[in-house]
């Protein structure tokens, strides 16, 4: 290894690989330092879904869009919570981020774009992914890295873990890393760039920033937040930890593993209307199961004790309902019952409350309601979808979380993407792009659809084209 670069980038994920790339394709002699045995990141576990207003392939098929639009949805759905700069500066440069994708050879899923998917709708089909998720960035964007590593520009090294920030005089000179066989070495760089994603695989430090809410995860397990704990260690702010939002439906395969939540049962009204109830630790609903508003059905899971629910059902709704589960099949799914530490059966709603840990006397109420609601067609909480009540057992109640796919909180940056202290002041030559700034930063306490991806890239992307500098380009980037 040299043993000074012009850029040092931490992590060869999502946002590190543009980073390189472009900084790269600027002549820069780039280290990109990935702890992984391979490069790619949560792009490997992304659905890769992106957002961009003004973008060519909404030209080809007619869609007018413009980033302000973008930009109004996105006030609209994070209630006015988004960082202003950060998110207008991702919204304005987006639909370039996209369009590079799709010019190297992205290859999307054949209706894209869309409006709506998952989270709460756009005004106009503004969203879209590859046919292979994540997987399909990371295919285009490995080759054009493969070429700057060809070219000598960029260095990459692979099982190479940071384990600090080197300093001189308040400036950021470098970072500490640790190969595999754990021998430690120290390299210098005149831009050091964090792209290490988030925290959402570190218990402990969810703890710290995300106190509020118990952490169910599935992500990256390389997501341990290890840029912001060397970020903080130089003196960065962090923060938006509180700013949590769980995607409702996990299921967690080991009760004593945070990071075993997978994303299990299909709740959301827009692919299969609920046959099934919600309940909460007392068997009480506390959501109007098909309600057309992810984020109101996310917000009221968020408020239930340990953020978790039971989803409760019959053996009516379990043979005549389109199948919720999916990863399982209904016949398979029936195994699962009482063997899997999720899967509650008994043949009476008391045993039944009593093995999934349900208040039982709430529960056997909260279903005499529903079905009275049912024959009246006319639920309590205004659920519209009342096919069957809930009266032939066996019973069954699945618990599921609110889990985590991505962490609220990180470091701050100002417009040209460098790492703010605890006062606001950027620290010399620290730059940071990606989730290690927070999920919540771009999207407030809430989901926006696509606003982790492709920000990620079009930072890394803005940071190897114009922000960084280095000797004698100085001059021309400004
Ligand atoms: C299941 C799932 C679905 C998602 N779906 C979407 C979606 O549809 N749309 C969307 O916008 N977002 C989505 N997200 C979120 C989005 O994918 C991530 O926020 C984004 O990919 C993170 O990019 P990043 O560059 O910050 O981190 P990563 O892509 O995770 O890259 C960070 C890299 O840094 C490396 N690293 C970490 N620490 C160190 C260290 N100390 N030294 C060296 N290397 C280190 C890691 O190994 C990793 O390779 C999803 C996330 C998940 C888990």
């Given at each position: 290894?040299?043993?000074?670069?012009d850029v040092?980038?931490?992590g060869?994920?999502?946002?590190?690989?543009?980073?390189?790339?472009?900084?790269?394709?600027?002549?820069?002699n780039v280290?990109?330092?990935?702890?992984?045995?391979?490069?790619?990141?949560?792009l490997h576990w992304?659905?890769?879904?992106?957002?961009?207003?003004?973008t060519k392939l909404?030209k080809r098929?007619g869609?007018e869009?413009?980033?302000d639009?973008?930009w109004?949805?996105?006030?609209?759905i994070?209630?006015?919570?988004?960082?202003?700069?950060?998110?207008?500066?991702a919204?304005?440069h987006?639909?370039?981020s996209?369009?590079?994708?799709?010019?190297?050879?992205?290859d999307?899923?054949?209706f894209?774009?869309?409006a709506g998917?998952?989270?709460?709708p756009?005004?106009?089909?503004?969203y879209a992914?590859?046919?292979?998720?994540?997987?399909?960035?990371?295919?285009?964007?490995?080759?054009?890295l493969?070429e700057q590593?060809?070219?000598?520009?960029?260095?990459l090294s692979?099982q190479?873990?940071m384990?600090?920030?080197?300093?001189?005089?308040?400036?950021?000179?470098?970072v500490?890393?640790?190969a595999?066989d754990?021998?430690?070495a120290?390299v210098f760089?005149?831009?050091?760039?964090?792209a290490t994603?988030?925290y959402?695989?570190?218990?402990?430090?969810?703890?710290?920033?995300t106190?509020?809410?118990?952490?169910r995860?599935y992500c990256?397990?390389?997501?341990r937040?290890?840029?912001?704990?060397?970020a903080?260690?130089v003196?960065a702010r962090?923060?938006?930890?509180?700013?949590?939002?769980?995607s409702?439906?996990?299921?967690?395969?080991n009760?004593?593993?945070?990071?075993?939540?997978?994303?299990?049962l299909?709740?959301?009204?827009?692919?299969?209307?609920?046959?099934e109830?919600?309940?909460?630790?007392?068997?009480e609903?506390?959501m109007r199961?098909?309600?057309?508003?992810?984020?109101?059905?996310?917000?009221?899971?968020?408020k239930?004790?340990?953020?978790e629910?039971?989803?409760?059902?019959?053996?009516?709704i379990?043979q005549?309902a389109p199948?919720?589960h999916s990863?399982i099949?209904?016949e398979?799914m029936?195994?699962?019952?009482?063997?899997?530490?999720?899967?509650?059966?008994?043949?009476?709603l008391d045993e039944?409350?009593?093995?999934?840990?349900?208040?039982?006397?709430g529960?056997?109420?909260?279903v005499e309601?529903?079905?009275?609601?049912?024959?009246?067609?006319k639920d309590?909480?205004?659920?519209?979808?009342?096919?069957r009540?809930?009266?032939?057992?066996?019973?069954?109640a699945?618990k599921t979380?609110?889990?985590?796919?991505?962490?609220?909180?990180?470091?701050?940056?100002?417009?040209d993407?460098?790492?703010l202290?605890?006062?606001?002041k950027?620290?010399p030559?620290?730059?940071a792009?990606?989730e290690?700034?927070?999920?919540?930063?771009?999207?407030g306490?809430?989901?926006l659809?696509?606003m982790?991806?492709?920000?990620?890239?079009?930072?890394?992307?803005l940071?190897g084209q114009?922000?960084?500098?280095?000797g004698?380009?100085?001059?021309a980037?400004?």
């Open positions: 290894m040299d043993d000074m670069f040092i980038v931490v060869a994920g999502t946002g590190g690989i543009p980073t390189a790339i472009f900084a790269g394709q600027r002549g820069a280290l990109l330092i990935e702890a992984d045995d391979r490069v790619g990141g949560t992304s659905s890769g879904q992106m957002t961009a207003a003004g909404q098929l869609i869009d413009h980033p639009w973008h109004d949805d996105c006030l609209r994070s209630k006015g919570e988004v960082h202003p700069v950060l998110t207008r500066i919204i304005d987006a639909a370039d996209f369009d590079w994708l799709c010019d190297n050879g992205l999307l899923v054949p894209a774009p869309v998917w998952g989270h709460e756009h005004r106009v089909r503004r992914w590859g046919v292979n998720g994540g997987t399909s960035v990371l295919e285009v964007m490995q080759p054009l493969d590593i060809g070219r000598g520009t960029v260095t692979l190479t873990k384990t600090k920030l080197l300093t001189e005089n308040g400036a950021v000179v470098g500490e890393v640790q595999r754990g021998g430690k120290e760089g005149k831009n050091v760039v964090l994603g988030g959402a695989a570190n218990p402990a430090l969810w703890k710290e920033l106190p509020n809410y118990p952490l995860s990256n397990p390389y997501s937040g290890e840029g912001i704990i060397a903080r260690s003196g962090v923060d938006g930890g509180d700013r949590f939002l769980c409702t439906g996990g299921i967690l395969q009760p004593n593993d945070p990071l075993s939540a997978r994303g299990g299909i709740l959301n009204p827009h692919f299969r209307q609920p046959w109830i919600f309940v909460n630790h007392k068997g609903r506390f199961e098909d309600h057309p508003s992810v984020d109101n059905r996310e917000h009221a899971l968020l239930q004790k340990n953020v629910m039971w989803v409760v059902f019959d053996e009516g379990r005549n199948n919720f990863e099949e209904r398979h029936k195994t699962l019952f009482n063997n899997h530490p999720s899967y509650f059966a008994a043949d009476t039944l409350a009593k093995r999934a840990g349900v208040d039982a006397a529960l056997k109420k909260t309601e529903f079905n009275q609601g049912v024959e009246a067609k309590k909480l205004g659920r519209e979808s009342l096919p009540p809930i009266n032939r057992g066996p019973y069954y699945i979380v609110g889990y985590a796919v991505l962490s609220p909180g990180g470091l701050d940056i100002d417009a993407f460098r790492v202290d605890t006062k606001s950027p620290i030559n620290l730059y792009t990606g290690v700034l927070g999920k919540a930063r771009l999207s306490a809430t989901y659809s696509g982790s991806v492709l920000p990620a890239i079009t930072f890394g992307r940071l114009t922000r960084l500098k280095w004698d380009n100085r001059a980037a400004e």
